[in-house]
């Protein structure tokens, strides 16, 4: 149970439910001509929703781009986060309802790499 204390008074909140759930998988794309956009995760638990991982870029041709989306679809993060092949980037982020990779249409290839997030929510 969490405590909040004033000057006044000692006030308690009641206690609140979590779920921590972990998911791991690879992701593969192939790009001929165009963009392909790699959905890594979808919200569709809760909007108060916390997420911490990485994302693992192992083999490719080009740089890729990662982007956290907001309900209406619009990237959480103004400036649009690169990674090049052999790097990973962590990550903690909140209130998203996508996580998606941007495969460039410019550089034709097979890309590889690894997801892997934690996600923590209230239970109502």
């Not at 979590?18 to 794309?29: A, E, I, L, M, N």
Request: net charge negative; with cysteine; hydrophobic share 35%.
């Amino acid at each position: 149970m969490g405590c909040n204390s004033s000057g006044a008074a000692l006030t308690c909140c009641s206690d609140k439910n979590f779920v921590q759930d972990k998911v791991c998988t690879p992701w593969s794309g192939t790009v001929v001509a165009a963009d392909v956009l790699v959905a890594l995760f979808t919200n569709n638990i809760n909007q108060n929703i916390v997420g911490t991982g990485y994302v693992q870029y192992d083999v490719g041709p080009a740089d890729i781009t990662l982007n956290f989306l907001d309900s209406t679809g619009n990237p959480i993060n103004p400036t649009p986060l690169s990674l090049s092949a052999g790097t990973s980037l962590a990550f903690t982020y909140r209130r998203f309802s996508a996580i998606q990779l941007t495969l460039p249409g410019a550089t034709a290839g097979t890309y590889q790499g690894e997801f892997c997030i934690t996600t923590r929510y209230p239970v109502q």
